[in-house]
């Protein structure tokens, strides 16, 4: 089946250093990718996605390419800030399945 | 503004009892869903509805049901079968029923077991 592999956390950075979380993933088919944020208490938000081979997401600031030959989508920022502490799910659904696979998460601490 | 919202934000349940979460959304989407999030873990499914009046079982749906009278609304009702039902809920919608279209997440209720 479908499966979703993320770096365990948690991660802690100070402010403006560079992010990188890492996802790979399992899946029949062609999958579309997609990073989820959590910001404390809250629901997730869609923070950006790919749908096909070498596509870029990106949304404030975040990126992340569809890696075909490694199956792989990982997370990248220049410069975080506090304001980014949350925690980033990695998730695909591919052509055959109904449902979107979640990563269990990566917890992420900014520090000033 | 459109969204989905949930409510309660936190909801006790007492030992042989049913409790239900709403979610409502007037985004006009057609699909639903609900997850459950545990600490530490990814988003599991329960349940998911693609069109009024219908709906499938997700991955955990035992001792969870649903409704899907009308459009906007996607009842979650925790029965007494479900035995480690502390967790925080995720209600979800999408605009259309493909499953790679993009699903828009609600606030969540927390569900705790007295």
């Known amino acids: 089946g479908d499966s979703v592999t993320q770096m365990e956390g948690p991660v802690t950075l100070s402010e403006e250093a560079f992010l990188t979380i890492n996802c790979t993933y399992t899946a029949t088919g062609y999958p579309s990718l997609f990073w989820y944020v959590q910001y404390p208490g809250e629901g997730l938000q869609l923070l950006l996605k790919a749908t096909k081979a070498d596509d870029k997401g990106s949304n404030k600031g975040f990126e992340a390419t569809y890696r075909k030959e490694t199956t792989s989508f990982h997370l990248e920022k220049g410069s975080v800030q506090v304001s980014d502490s949350a925690v980033y799910f990695c998730?695909?659904?591919?052509?055959?399945?109904?449902?979107?696979?979640f990563g269990s998460g990566t917890q992420l601490t900014v520090l000033p | 503004d459109g969204g989905i919202t949930q409510s309660p934000k936190y909801l006790f349940r007492k030992e042989g009892q049913n409790v239900t979460l709403s979610c409502e959304q007037n985004l006009n989407h057609d699909a639903m869903y609900w997850y459950r999030q545990d600490p530490g873990q990814g988003l599991r499914l329960i349940y998911y509805?693609?069109?009024?009046?219908?709906?499938q079982k997700g991955d955990i749906a035992e001792g969870y049901s649903v409704s899907r009278e009308k459009k906007e609304s996607f009842p979650l009702t925790v029965t007494s079968a479900q035995k480690n039902p502390t967790a925080f809920y995720l209600c979800?919608?999408?605009?259309?029923?493909?499953?790679?279209?993009?699903?828009?997440f609600g606030p969540g209720t927390r569900l705790l077991v007295l």
């Open positions: 509805s693609q069109i009024v009046n219908d709906f």
């Open positions: 998730a695909l659904v591919s052509g055959s399945a109904r449902q979107l696979t």
């Open positions: 979800a919608s999408s605009r259309g029923t493909d499953p790679q279209e993009t699903q828009y």
